[in-house]
């Protein structure tokens, strides 16, 4: 029988929660248990595929085609497995079901409300992730903040299975904050208490609390928080900054917090951490320092690319390098063309994915910079396509070369819209999402990267390159290397006479995992760091751009 793991949050978001469900989850893992995570979204969305970047951070795909939360990403990440749509549960989802199911006659005669009917339909749809998947534990993170309006029912619903399931089967794990004013110099305990108390209002006693600070919470404090929250002391647990988040299960680990879980949740074997350990200290320690231009739209909230930024850091860690990424505007480009030149300080530069024509020029601009000026590059699908684009300009002379998305007049369509994707109306769930093959042609620089014919890799996109103009790429030495469903789509680009100059219309960075990083990332930094090492930089240069 599965048992459950409820992780909630209080005093403000953006406190790692995700980190510290993935972390725990990990160290369940090391312990034996076969365990996998559920993370709860209380918005009314019915899944993260519309949300802008700025307000939710990326959107995660899923082999089987969701567009879920990056949470997802983490546990992935960390768990070294892939995930399914059904990971990620939305309001939304919850409601339209229950709405269904009345319009259907399943509650007939019946006054439906939040309370059963909504409540029990969460119920089911955690117990169904555990049962399908056949899991020891479930690890189920609560989106939002405990006080919220749009996450009680949620709440409610954990609670009542606390009811049904009993505490051998069930446990509560609240994150919260420790803020410290630099003025006072002390980790204050109230906002933890009062975050406390609003969960008991709700009927919900917390069996681990995990503080979050920037430093380790004191002695004192925590025999504070077990006084006024009735939590023991043990399972009060410190987690202040660390240099990566692949150390957390370590800290965690130090902090005793698996006494507790495996104590109430009856799991008896012994946590083996020494593999995870020996990867965690990749990311730690190098002598080598990379730096990489991230030329995006979103780029003043790094969560738009954290799947992008986790890949690079995985890349880095296996070659011996730490990446430091820059941000970059690419409307700054538009509007001051003279910072091209600044990019020659940088050892790479990444386009990433997007949608829509604000700040193409630049990105486009940016590309055909780094081919001119010899710097490694990879474009990620949006990014593959404006390469493609760049080159048609640059190098094929189609001055007016564009992708449909921001000019359906072009009269060079390099890039168009997929045929399946020309009679779509609805937004949601639309695009060509999840896992496809993807055929490599050999010789080819990605046949030496994957060392395959074949690899599965993920996608979110509803343009495409036209290959009509294939022929005329190639015959410039811009080569298309990997096509998928027989041959009707381009997946990956490579530029010979390059140091590296490649792009994929799949999302690498979803696969990569700090155990098994994705190989182009890791041959895209292998090549920064051969640039890093050649090269004097000009950090006066890179300061000027990223002002």
């Known amino acids: 029988m599965p048992k459950y793991l409820f992780v909630t949050g209080g005093v403000m978001s953006g406190l790692g929660k995700g980190i510290i469900t993935s972390s725990v989850a990990k160290l369940l893992q090391l312990s034996g248990v076969e365990v996998t995570c559920l993370k709860i979204d209380p918005y009314l969305n019915f899944d993260a595929g519309t949300m802008n970047p700025y307000t939710h951070g990326e959107v995660f795909v899923t082999d089987d085609g969701g567009e879920t939360d990056m949470d997802l990403g983490n546990y992935e990440r960390f768990l070294n497995r892939d995930l399914t749509k059904a990971n990620n549960i939305t309001t939304g989802q919850i409601y339209k079901k229950v709405i269904d199911d009345e319009r259907r006659g ?133 987690d202040p900054d660390v240099e990566t988040i692949y150390q957390v299960p370590r800290l965690l680990e130090r902090e005793g917090v698996m ?72 409307e700054e480009i538009e509007k001051d063309e003279s910072k091209l030149d600044l990019m020659e300080g940088y050892d790479g530069v990444v386009l990433p994915q997007g949608f829509g024509s604000r700040g193409i020029e630049g990105k486009i601009a940016a590309a055909n910079k780094a081919r001119t000026a010899g710097i490694p590059f990879l474009g990620l699908c949006f990014g593959f396509q404006l390469a493609s684009v760049s080159f048609a300009r640059h190098v094929l002379g189609l001055k007016r070369a564009n992708t449909t998305e921001a000019d359906p007049t072009t009269p060079h369509p390099v890039i168009d819209l997929l045929p399946e994707q020309k009679a779509v109306t609805d937004l949601g769930g639309t695009m060509r999402l999840g896992g496809h093959d993807v055929h490599i042609k050999r010789p080819s620089r990605a046949f030496d990267i994957y060392k395959a014919d074949k690899i599965r890799e993920r996608h979110r996109h509803r343009f495409e390159l036209n290959q009509a103009y294939l022929k005329k790429f190639e015959e410039k030495g811009m080569r298309y290397t990997a096509f998928s469903d027989n041959g009707r789509r381009a997946e990956i680009m490579e ?53």
């Open 495 to 547: 530029l010979e006479g390059h140091p590296f100059y490649m792009g994929t219309q799949y999302h690498p960075e979803y696969v990569s995992r700090p155990e098994r990083p994705e190989p182009i990332y890791v041959a895209f930094v292998e090549a920064c760091v051969k640039r890093a090492r050649q090269t004097e930089r000009e950090p006066e240069k890179i300061k000027a751009l990223n002002r």
């Open 106 to 238: 399943r509650f007939l005669g019946k006054s439906v409300q939040i309370i059963p009917h909504v409540t029990d339909e969460i119920k089911r749809r955690i117990r169904e992730i555990a049962e399908k998947e056949k899991v020891g534990i479930l690890v189920v993170e609560c989106g939002g903040t405990v006080g919220d309006i749009e996450s009680l029912p949620f709440l409610e619903a954990f609670r009542q299975m606390r009811m049904e399931e009993g505490t051998s089967k069930t446990l509560f794990l609240h994150v919260s904050l420790a803020p410290e004013l630099s003025v006072v110099g002390e980790m204050k305990t109230k906002p933890t208490q009062h975050s406390v108390q609003e969960m008991r209002r709700i009927g919900i006693q917390p069996d681990i609390i995990v503080i979050r600070g920037t430093r380790a919470l004191p002695q004192d404090a925590k025999d504070k928080i077990s006084l006024f929250t009735s939590v023991p002391l043990e399972s009060v647990v410190s």
């Open 259 to 330: 006494k507790p879980i495996h104590r109430q949740l009856g799991v008896r074997s012994r946590l083996n951490m020494g593999g995870w350990n020996a990867v965690a200290d990749r990311f730690v320690d190098h002598h080598t320092t990379i730096r990489i231009a991230m030329v995006g739209k979103y780029a003043n909230l790094a969560d738009s690319y954290v799947s992008v930024n986790q890949a690079l850091s995985h890349a880095g860690a296996v070659n011996g390098a730490s990446t430091r990424i820059s941000w970059i505007e690419s």
